[in-house]
Structures are given as structure tokens and as C-alpha cells.
């Protein structure tokens, strides 16, 4: 699947279940509303409209969406900071920074989260020259760590009380 995705154009693979076709793409403006829906639908940390907005400007290759039959079922949103890095201690690294990730409930399971990540991941080195890429994820939630560990993601921090209902984050990362 990973050296199958392409980082231009728009895609079409083969779910995991052998028959549900999806296509992945780059986010254009006139995604933005159901990337808002898919957003409040799957995710406790809803974003405003200018967040999203800001993102598909600034970082539209590494912001991609997965339609079924035409419809948007889900997308991954990052952006590119300049800063210490996560993955050689001392040193300072463009990083692609995973922003948000949500895929529809009953589009789960399909490989639909990998396949946009993984050319998110090939996005932010490629057109934005990324070196390594993060993300913040709720200790509690076992289903996206496993997606992230694996991409090659690792826990490389733990940020207390970071989410607002007082839960902690791991911070994931890894080379590009
Ligand atoms: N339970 C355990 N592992 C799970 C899982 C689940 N419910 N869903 C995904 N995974 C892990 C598995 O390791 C899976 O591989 P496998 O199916 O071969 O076992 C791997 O992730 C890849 O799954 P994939 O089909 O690519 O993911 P998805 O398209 O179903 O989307 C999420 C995964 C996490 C994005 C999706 O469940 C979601 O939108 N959740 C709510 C929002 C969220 O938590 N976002 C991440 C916030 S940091």
C-alpha cells in the first residue's frame, strides 16, 4: 500500500475489504465544509472555520481528503513549523505537524486513514522538504496510536492535561 500512493492527482485504491473503492486527493476549498462536518462528527476538538481554512491555503498538498461514491468520508490537515526537533535531540528541524485526522465511522477499516497519511507524509517531505513529522494523540486513544505506530510513528513526549477535559497527549514521531 505505501509505495503504491502517488503525491499528485487524485487516487483510486481498493479497500481493505477487497471491494469499496475510495480516491484520495489534495483538499480544495470547496472541501471545506465537509472536512468541518467530518471534523464535529468524529472528534471532541472542533477547530473554527478560518483554522481549516488557513490550512488548505498554506498546506494544501499535505492536506488530503478520501471521497466514496463522491462523497467525502474523511482527511488528514497538517502544516510545516520550524523548531526543535523531535527526533535528533539538539538540533533544530522543518517539521510536518499532523494537525487533525478523522474518517467517518462507516468508512473505517478500510486502510482509508492510512492511505491519506501515509500521502501526507510523502507531501510534507517532498513539497514542503519536512526532515521528520509529529502529532498529538490522546493516551486513551488505542486506535489511532496503532494507526500511527504503524506509519513508524513512536512516543517521543507526554504533555500533561493537554486536552480540555484534562486528559494527556502523546506526542508521535519519526524521521521522513
Ligand atoms: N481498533 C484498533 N485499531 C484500529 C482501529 C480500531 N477501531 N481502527 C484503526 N486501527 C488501527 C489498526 O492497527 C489498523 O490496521 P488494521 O485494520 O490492519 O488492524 C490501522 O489503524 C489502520 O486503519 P485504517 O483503516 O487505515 O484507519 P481508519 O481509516 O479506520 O481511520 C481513525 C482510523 C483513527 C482515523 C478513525 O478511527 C477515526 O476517525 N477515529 C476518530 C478520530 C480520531 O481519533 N482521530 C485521530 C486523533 S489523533
Redesign the pocket.
Known sequence: MISEIAIDGPQKLL??DGKTEFVIREVTMRDLNAVIE?NRK??P?NYPPWFFVEHIEQYPKAFIV?EVGGKVV?YVMSRVEFGWSYVAKGKTAKKGH?V??????E???????????VRALKALKNYYDATEVY????VS??????????LGFRVVGRIPRYYSDGEDAYIMARPL
Not at 468508512?107 to 497519511?117: Q, S, V
Not at 486513544?141 to 504503524?150: F, G, H, Q, R, V
Open positions: 479497500g481493505k467530518i468524529v472528534l476538538e478520501a474523511g499532523i487533525s485526522v478523522g474518517v467517518l465511522p468508512a473505517r477499516r478500510l486502510g482509508i486513514a492510512t492511505a491519506m497519511m502529532l498529538e494523540v490522546r486513544n488505542t486506535p489511532a496510536i496503532s494507526l500511527y505506530e504503524k
